[in-house]
């Protein structure tokens, strides 16, 4: 188990350009969570995936954003016409169903993608 | 809505020192859990210890405990014989089932050799 993984782990982009980041959680974790988390400031939550549903999405998530889990394993978060308030670092997390001694209810964040938008 | 608040921005102590951080979140719901992850500087968001809100007995795991007072929805952190290693953002969060973690402003604590 090698933990989750985020690709990549820095992105510089110029205003109004398109990104895209990948998240690869934990081997049969279910659940799939992205948030944003600006300087000196605690994560906040984007969106959620079960499987491949994405059941809940913030309200900071704009139409500029979108998330897709399309087999149930690795999620992708797209941002379109990147802004300068954008800039951020964006962080995965995983949890599990339960068994192997790993309690449901668990995220485990990967490293982030650090996005710069000039 | 859930609401998590970390009144300490910045805290310092030496080491082996003990030291608590401080944490309090609005809700109204019964079943829910806490936590407390540490997010060292350039690294990534680590689990320190998770409270279930329906178990009376506070949490511990090696030097760091936590003091819950469901009634007055209070939730702080001891780490006790501090070490050089602990410095780190400390930040508290709240969950309700299995849903989005809410998290608070996050506490920057500095461990003085």
């Known amino acids: 188990d090698t933990g989750v993984s985020q690709n990549p782990r820095h992105k510089i982009t110029k205003r109004g350009q398109n990104v895209t980041f990948r998240c690869d959680p934990i081997?049969?974790?279910?659940?799939l969570y992205w948030y944003r988390q600006t300087l000196g400031q605690g994560p906040e939550f984007l969106t959620y995936?079960?499987?491949?549903?994405?059941?809940?999405k913030s309200r900071l998530l704009s139409d500029r954003f979108s998330a897709e889990r399309p087999k149930g394993s690795f999620s992708t978060l797209e941002i379109q016409r990147t802004e300068q308030g954008d800039s951020a670092m964006y962080l995965c997390?995983?949890?599990?169903?339960?068994?192997?001694?790993?309690?449901?209810?668990?995220?485990?964040f990967g490293p982030g993608t650090r996005l710069t938008v000039t | 809505a859930q609401t998590v608040t970390q009144s300490q921005p910045e805290m310092s102590v030496q080491e082996a020192e003990t030291v608590t951080l401080s944490c309090t979140y609005d809700t109204s719901e019964n079943n829910y859990y806490l936590f407390w992850y540490k997010q060292p500087p350039s690294r990534q968001m680590i689990l320190v210890i998770r409270?279930?809100?329906?178990?009376?007995q506070n949490a511990t795991e090696n030097r760091f405990s936590v003091n819950f007072q469901k009634a007055a929805k209070s939730f702080s952190l001891k780490i006790s014989d501090s070490q050089l290693g602990d410095t780190a953002m400390y930040f508290c969060a709240f969950m309700r089932g299995v849903q989005k973690l809410v998290f608070g402003q996050g506490t920057r604590l500095t461990i003085n050799p």
């Open positions: 409270q279930e809100a329906y178990k009376q």
């Open positions: 995936f079960q499987n491949e549903a994405q059941l809940e």
């Open positions: 997390a995983s949890s599990s169903n339960g068994g192997g001694g790993q309690l449901s209810y668990e995220q485990y």
């Open positions: 081997s049969e974790h279910n659940r």
